[in-house]
């Protein structure tokens, strides 16, 4: 009888704990509502971030961090094409301190970057996300759920990001 009893404590406590884990899953599946600013200085909610159902890709990058501007040059190279194919909105989400910030707009505009650009100066949405080392990429399907990331950078990843994407667009799923 104690074997049994003790056996159902157990097992009841880890449904319990496999239930609150799901939940806390799903809750970190969508971009958490911070304010952070857009690139001439206004307040932009990411509660925003919306792509009228379709693929989203969020990109945390900063100006200084060379892997993060090839990223970004890479996916800009066929950019417009992933676009007309997907209709995929790619927002790329500096990390530049308040005092670097400022030169966030030159550098997109000297790179000819036709992304929506946003400043995370005091990293709130970094953390909020967990992001570690930059570049960081996640994927985010038609309903603004996170199903995929990726962190660093080597040439051809940006394919992968596409394939995400493109796989998101058929309804596949993502592994």
Same mark, same amino acid.
């Given at each position: 009888?104690?074997?049994?009893?003790?056996?159902? !404590?157990? %097992?009841? $406590?880890?449904? #319990?704990?496999? @239930?609150? /884990?799901?939940?806390?899953?799903?809750?970190?599946?969508?971009?958490?509502?911070?304010?952070?600013?857009?690139?001439?200085?206004?307040?932009?909610?990411?509660?925003?971030?919306?792509?009228?159902?379709?693929?989203?890709?969020?990109?945390?990058?900063?100006?200084?961090?060379?892997?993060?501007?090839?990223?970004?040059?890479?996916?800009?190279?066929?950019?417009?094409?992933?676009?007309?194919?997907?209709? !995929?909105? %790619?927002? $790329?989400?500096? #990390?530049?301190? @308040?005092? /670097?910030?400022?030169?966030?707009?030159?550098?997109?505009?000297?790179?000819?970057?036709?992304?929506?650009?946003?400043?995370?100066?005091?990293?709130?949405?970094?953390?909020?996300?967990?992001?570690?080392?930059?570049?960081?990429?996640?994927?985010?399907?038609?309903?603004?759920?996170?199903?995929?990331?990726?962190?660093?950078?080597?040439?051809?990843?940006?394919?992968?990001?596409?394939?995400?994407?493109?796989?998101?667009?058929?309804?596949?799923? #993502?592994?």
């Amino acid at each position: 009888m104690k074997k049994t009893t003790l056996i159902l !404590v157990f %097992l009841s $406590a880890f449904i #319990i704990t496999v @239930a609150q /884990s799901e939940d806390a899953s799903a809750r970190r599946k969508t971009i958490p509502v911070i304010s952070i600013k857009d690139m001439n200085g206004n307040i932009f909610s990411t509660g925003d971030i919306s792509n009228d159902g379709k693929p989203i890709i969020l990109d945390f990058w900063a100006t200084w961090c060379k892997p993060c501007v090839r990223e970004l040059s890479a996916i800009a190279d066929n950019y417009d094409d992933w676009v007309k194919e997907t209709g !995929v909105k %790619l927002y $790329a989400i500096s #990390i530049d301190d @308040a005092r /670097s910030s400022s030169q966030v707009k030159p550098f997109v505009d000297g790179k000819g970057w036709s992304y929506s650009i946003l400043l995370d100066q005091n990293s709130d949405l970094k953390r909020a996300m967990g992001v570690g080392p930059i570049p960081m990429t996640f994927v985010l399907n038609g309903k603004g759920e996170i199903v995929w990331s990726h962190t660093t950078f080597a040439e051809g990843n940006e394919n992968d990001v596409i394939e995400v994407v493109r796989k998101i667009v058929k309804g596949e799923e #993502i592994k």
